[in-house]
């Protein structure tokens, strides 16, 4: 029984089960540190991405390839792979793509856990330098910690955004609390949002009111993780006028 839930498991995520593999503590992070560094597998999503901006990218991945606070950051993550809540590996690379690509001023994003969306947006408006991040995140609670899925968690004595380099955080405001309550009221405050990304609570309830109360807000795109939990993501799309992408089967993107 045990073992049939480990295969299941090891299905659905192959490159866990290679981590499981390899022993020790230090090969374990330096396995965990060559995945995550492993790029190849961005070209096919990159392609499609610029397809769908009809821009070159390639030369933003590149860079990124080459940034030193992006390595330390992955080296940051190895070290704490296995409580980190955080975004697909791949898919957070393109939020560095596309931030770089369309330099929004003002981007919103609900969800941060251990900080590697946030990271990945303030590095790339580091290296624009232009843009300040507003992110919401519920604030530590032992109860919260009992109900979500253990991949939501952060590592122990952690706090949200603990991944994110120091240096880039002067572009970046963080308020705890539950998205319901602040986001309108930040939406109020900074009255508009050139880029949304959408990584709480992916209930059906959440997502369709997180989407409908910024799009009064929304200048020019909105991402979201886990789409294929429900269809608040393809109803917001087709009540909008703009474009919708699939990046991957978790994360969706849609430019007005
Ligand atoms: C999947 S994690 C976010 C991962 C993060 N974006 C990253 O790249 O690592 C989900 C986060 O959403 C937060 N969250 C869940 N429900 C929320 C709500 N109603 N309001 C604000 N944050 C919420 C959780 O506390 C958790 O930190």
Redesign the pocket.
């Known amino acids: 029984m045990l073992i049939g839930i480990k295969i299941k498991k090891a299905i659905k995520n192959p490159k866990r089960a290679i981590i499981y593999l390899v022993g020790g503590k230090k090969a374990k992070e330096k396995r965990i540190f060559e995945i995550m560094n492993d790029f190849s597998e961005d070209n096919e999503i990159l392609e499609k991405l610029e397809k769908f901006l009809q821009m070159p990218l390639k030369q933003y991945h590149l860079e990124l390839i080459d940034n030193e606070l992006y390595t330390s950051l992955l080296m940051k993550m190895a070290r704490n792979w296995n409580r980190?809540?955080?975004?697909g590996i791949t898919e957070?690379r393109m939020l560095y793509v596309i931030c770089r690509a369309l330099k929004p001023e003002i981007v919103i994003?609900?969800?941060?856990?251990?900080?590697?969306?946030?990271s990945m947006f303030l590095l790339a408006m580091n290296k624009t330098g232009i843009g300040h991040l507003y992110s919401?995140?519920?604030p530590p609670s032992e109860e919260?910690n009992e109900k979500?899925e253990q991949a939501?968690l952060l590592p122990k004595e952690k706090s949200?955004g603990w991944l994110i380099p120091e240096n880039l955080k002067n572009r970046w405001t963080l308020t705890l609390?539950?998205?319901?309550k602040i986001l309108p009221e930040l939406l109020n405050d900074v009255k508009k949002c050139d880029l949304f990304l959408h990584?709480?609570?992916h209930s059906y309830e959440?997502m369709s009111w997180e989407f409908k109360t910024v799009s009064l807000y929304l200048k020019t795109a909105l991402l979201s993780?886990d789409i294929s939990k429900n269809n608040a993501f393809d109803e917001f799309a087709s009540n909008h006028t703009g474009k919708k992408l699939k990046l991957s089967n978790r994360m969706g993107f849609f430019i007005l």
Do not use: N, Q, R
């Open positions: 980190l809540g955080a975004f957070s994003e609900t969800g941060v856990a251990s900080g590697l969306s946030s919401i995140d519920l919260l979500i939501t949200s609390g539950d998205s319901k990584d709480s609570d959440y993780d």
